[in-house]
C-alpha cells in the first residue's frame, strides 16, 4: 500500500538560480533570519573572546530568560508539523526547508549558513564558515565540510526529478580548509542506477581543492509522488 503524505511534498522552487539569497517570504521569517544571525554573532563572540566570568554569568542569565519567552509560545516541531499548519505565517514546505535546515537555512543559528543554488545542471554553493566551525588549528572541521557536502549533493538529486536519503558519503579531504574565508562547492549527477543517484562534489578555497566527495542518495521504494 502507498504512503499517502498529508502535505504537498513537491520541493519545486526550494532552490534558488542565482547566487543572491533570496528575501524571507514574509515579515516573521525575515524575524527569524535576523534572530539567527544575531545568535551566530552572539555564539562567535563568546568562543573568540576573553570574557570575565561575571560578564558570562549575566549574558547566561538574560538569554534563560530571552528562551524561557520564546518556549512559551505553542509548540510546532520540524519541517513536518509546520508545514501541516499550512500558515501563511509558516509557508510552504520549500520555504519552511529553505530557512530552517542545518547547513543552508537562514533562519537555523546552527547553520553557517550556506547559500544553494541551481543552474546549469549542476548545484553550487557558497559559505563562509565562522570561528564557530572549527577543528584543527584555523581550519574548518572535517564533520562540518561532511554537513556541506551531504546537503549540496543532497539538494543536487533533484535534477533527476527524484529526492532520497543519504546512503553513502564518501569524503576526501586534500588540503585543510581555511575559516572565515568564502568557499564554493559544486556538485553534480554523476549517474543514476535504478533508486540510486550517484553524486559528485568539490569544495574549493579560491583556485585549490580543499576536499572532493562522491555520495549515493537513495529514494524510496514507494513514494508515491516524486520529491523533488
Ligand atoms: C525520500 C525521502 C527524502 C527526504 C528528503 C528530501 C528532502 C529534499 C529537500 C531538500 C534537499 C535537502 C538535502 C538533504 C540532504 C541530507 C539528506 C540526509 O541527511 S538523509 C539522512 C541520512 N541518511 C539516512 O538516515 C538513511 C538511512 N538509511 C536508510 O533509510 C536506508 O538504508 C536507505 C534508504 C539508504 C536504503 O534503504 P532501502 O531499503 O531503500 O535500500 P535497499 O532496497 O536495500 O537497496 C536499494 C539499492 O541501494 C543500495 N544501497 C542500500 N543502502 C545503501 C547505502 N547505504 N549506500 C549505498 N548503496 C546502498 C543497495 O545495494 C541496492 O542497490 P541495487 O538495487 O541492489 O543495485
Avoid at 184 to 189: E, G, I, R
Avoid at 216 to 228: C, G, K, L, Q, T
Wanted: charged share 20%; net charge neutral.
Amino acid at each position: 500500500m502507498q504512503k499517502t503524505p498529508s502535505i504537498a511534498y513537491n520541493l519545486s522552487g526550494w532552490m534558488d538560480t542565482s547566487p543572491e539569497v533570496r528575501p524571507a517570504v514574509n515579515d516573521n521569517w525575515q524575524s527569524r533570519r535576523e534572530l539567527a544571525a544575531a545568535l551566530r554573532r552572539l555564539n562567535t563572540a563568546v568562543l573568540t573572546r576573553d570574557v570575565p566570568t561575571e560578564l558570562l554569568q549575566s549574558v547566561t542569565a538574560t538569554m534563560q530568560a530571552e528562551a524561557a519567552r520564546i518556549e512559551a509560545n505553542e509548540v510546532v516541531p520540524g519541517t513536518k508539523a509546520q508545514a501541516e499548519r499550512n500558515s501563511t505565517q509558516h509557508g510552504q514546505l520549500p520555504d519552511i526547508f529553505y530557512e530552517i535546515n542545518p547547513a543552508s537555512g537562514q533562519s537555523n543559528a546552527i547553520a553557517p549558513p550556506m547559500h544553494i543554488w541551481q543552474t546549469d545542471g549542476r548545484v553550487h554553493a557558497c559559505v563562509t564558515p565562522s570561528w564557530s566551525y572549527e577543528g584543527p588549528f584555523e581550519h574548518l572541521h572535517g564533520g562540518i565540510i561532511a554537513l556541506l557536502f551531504d546537503q549540496v549533493l543532497g539538494a543536487g538529486q533533484r535534477i533527476t526529478g527524484v529526492a532520497g536519503r543519504t546512503g553513502t558519503l564518501e569524503i576526501r579531504f586534500h588540503h585543510p580548509t581555511l575559516l572565515n574565508k568564502t568557499l564554493h562547492l559544486v556538485a553534480k549527477v554523476d549517474r543514476v542506477v535504478g533508486r540510486k543517484k550517484f553524486m559528485v562534489g568539490e569544495l574549493w578555497a579560491d583556485d585549490v581543492r580543499t576536499a572532493s566527495c562522491k555520495g549515493v542518495f537513495i529514494s524510496e521504494r514507494n513514494w508515491p509522488d516524486a520529491i523533488a
